[in-house]
């Protein structure tokens, strides 16, 4: 059975960190693009970045890019966002996904 299971979401305050970890089972991770998403309060899901399987993270949202990157473990079946000089409007639930499959997501609040 697929599972992606999203964790290391936090109560943080502006200019903070945080890695967020997505470990994934039942499928061949070290052959899939891992994506990270968004969904910010009153708002539809928006693409974060993703992995490929070489291992290169793209991080697609503007105003994360300069600040945010991804990384993967294959060995440990995980993939990861790091977030620095997190900001309020990073607040949201964070959810990793490949093909039809998605987490749970794991919930980043931002303020003081």
């Known amino acids: 059975q697929v599972q992606l299971v999203e964790s290391g979401g936090a109560l943080v305050q502006p200019g903070g960190s945080l890695r967020l970890s997505c470990a994934g089972r039942g499928f061949d991770f070290h052959r899939v693009r891992i994506n990270w998403y968004i969904q910010a309060p009153g708002k539809g899901r928006e693409v974060v970045g993703w992995i490929v399987p070489d291992e290169v993270g793209v991080l697609w949202h503007k105003a994360m890019r300069d600040r945010f990157s991804i990384s993967r473990d294959n060995s440990n079946y995980t993939a990861y966002l790091e977030m620095n000089n997190l900001k309020p409007e990073d607040s949201g639930i964070y959810y990793c996904?490949?093909?039809?499959?998605w987490g749970r997501g794991t919930q980043v609040v931002v303020s003081t």
């Open positions: 996904n490949f093909a039809e499959y």
